[in-house]
């Protein structure tokens, strides 16, 4: 591969979704995400979300494994982006239309210590999280026929949104699907109506087996070669930890199920600590990178919705996680085109290269 990239890469998942790849704009000069100072401290006292401090939350939705000796726990937003306290009145006029704001907001301790990061936690204790996440989605999209779709997601740093220095995530309910997911399902059903396979599989498949030469037309020369494998972050013997071919930034990491399942709420709890494991080892990854980044991750399901039920074939749930170390600026922002400065295959082998034994 050339030293300096300069390409617009496609999204196969999202073909609308594309990312410029311009390795030499790394060169100039510009403004970096500052690395989250990292809070070690196990405990805060005026911390609402430490241990002896749950009276200073809002009310308690659940806890890990229990109230008494909780590890995970989960309680009400105090500052919602929806609720479900009163309903406004749905309306339209001319093009302006508006409807309810009508969901759940929680948050989520992720860990009863203050400021232990994700890739310092126990396997068991991932698995745990990630299960909780199952358990608080199951019962929301019990609750209520109106919430069409609920996501967890995770803020570490300022700069990702993170308002708290405690370990945390959250999940919104709400009465709409987000557009960027049903893109996902829509464009991952329309690839299996064509070829009868999911997309997510078969990018899976080529990722583990798939190597492309590609030859000039008229000299015969070889222009380039492509080892789909080098995506390859980590493997376990249920989970894929792989680097985007088209990552909208530049240390992105998706995981994604080896075997083809459409919803998170599926996975068992066996397969709930092989995930762990993988994400754990991600995580170091990472961090070994790109020490004290910030960063978000989200959870992509299948919506529970009728009409996207008719998708468990085409899609596959996976979680993304994005580490913020570059700002969008003008360009990014008015174009909607993701600048990647960093080459996706140089990033991947950087993270693979790390010894974690």
């Avoid at 580490?323 to 993270?351: D, H, M, Y």
Wanted: proline content about 5%; charged content about 25%.
């Amino acid at each position: 591969m050339a030293k300096d990239v300069r390409e617009i890469r496609i999204n196969p998942i999202v073909p609308t979704e594309s990312v410029l790849v311009a390795t030499a704009r790394s060169m100039r000069p510009k403004q970096k995400e500052e690395l989250a100072p990292r809070d070690t401290r196990k405990h805060v006292d005026t911390c609402p979300f430490c241990t002896g401090n749950e009276h200073m939350t809002p009310p308690l939705i659940a806890s890990y494994p229990d109230e008494a000796h909780w590890e995970v726990r989960i309680v009400e937003n105090l500052y919602p982006v929806l609720g479900d306290e009163t309903q406004a009145q749905n309306y339209s006029f001319g093009l302006q239309q508006a409807i309810d704001g009508y969901g759940r907001h929680e948050v989520i301790v992720d860990h009863n210590v203050h400021g232990i990061a994700l890739f310092e936690m126990s396997e068991q204790h991932i698995a745990t999280l990630f299960a909780a996440y199952q358990s608080r989605m199951k019962q929301l999209y019990e609750s209520d026929k109106r919430l069409r779709y609920v996501l967890v997601f995770k803020n570490y740093g300022p700069a990702a949104g993170a308002s708290m220095g405690h370990t945390h995530s959250q999940i919104i309910a709400m009465p709409v699907v987000p557009f960027n997911i049903q893109s996902e399902v829509d464009n991952s059903r329309d690839f299996f109506q064509k070829s009868g396979q999911c997309i997510f599989c078969t990018l899976i498949n080529e990722a583990m087996t798939f190597e492309a030469t590609i030859y000039d037309k008229e000299s015969g020369e070889i222009k380039r070669k492509i080892d789909v494998g080098q995506y390859i972050i980590e493997k376990s013997d249920k989970f894929i930890a792989i680097k985007p071919f088209a990552s909208r930034y530049e240390w992105e990491v998706h995981i994604l199920p080896l075997s083809h399942q459409a919803d998170f709420l599926e996975m068992s709890s066996e397969d709930a600590l092989d995930f762990a494991s993988v994400l754990r080892r991600t995580m170091c990854r990472l961090d070994a990178v790109i020490g004290g980044a910030q960063y978000n991750y989200f959870l992509h399901s299948l919506p529970h919705t009728s009409a996207d039920a008719a998708c468990k074939d085409s899609y596959h749930w996976h979680l993304e996680i994005c580490p913020r170390t570059s700002i969008p600026a003008g360009f990014e922002l008015g174009s909607g085109l993701f600048v990647n400065t960093i080459s996706p295959e140089v990033a991947a082998a950087q993270l693979r290269d790390v010894d974690l034994t």
